[in-house]
């Protein structure tokens, strides 16, 4: 018996995808910032702040926000916000997103750490609880 992999993989993604969607609207802390003016305020607020540039259209982007909210506990203590692209080309162009997801954690308006297409949730949360130690000594 043969089992295409291919169609198993999409009916997995899409069911993640459904999934992550239904939990997006039974409480979502993760904003959607509009405006390049909205977003630089957003990132120059003092303190640790994370974005996430993604499209409308990438199944692949949702799912990698879900298991961000689910397996990052520490980004419940800061501001994240969710950007999208294909609305805000000057952010895209200023922040040289050329692939999406991609995660950019900013500290005091400066640009810390860049994850894309393939994000480390482990190496996100290390770092906001390093900087939320450091904030605290």
């Not at 419940?76 to 991609?102: C, K, M, Q």
């Amino acid at each position: 018996m043969h089992i295409d992999t291919s169609s198993v993989a999409c009916v997995a993604l899409t069911s993640q995808a459904y999934a992550f969607r239904k939990k997006e609207y039974a409480g979502d802390f993760m904003e959607t910032l509009h405006g390049f003016d909205t977003i630089q305020r957003a990132i120059t607020q003092p303190g640790v702040v994370v974005i996430l540039a993604k499209t409308r259209s990438c199944a692949v982007c949702s799912v990698a926000e879900s298991r961000l909210v689910n397996t990052v506990p520490m980004l419940e203590a800061i501001p994240v916000y969710r950007v999208y692209i294909e609305d805000d080309e000057r952010y895209r162009g200023e922040a040289l997103v050329f692939s999406v997801p991609t995660i950019i954690v900013y500290h005091n308006g400066r640009e810390q750490h860049r994850e894309s297409r393939f994000i480390n949730a482990r190496n996100i949360n290390r770092l906001i609880e390093r900087y939320l130690e450091n904030k605290r000594a």
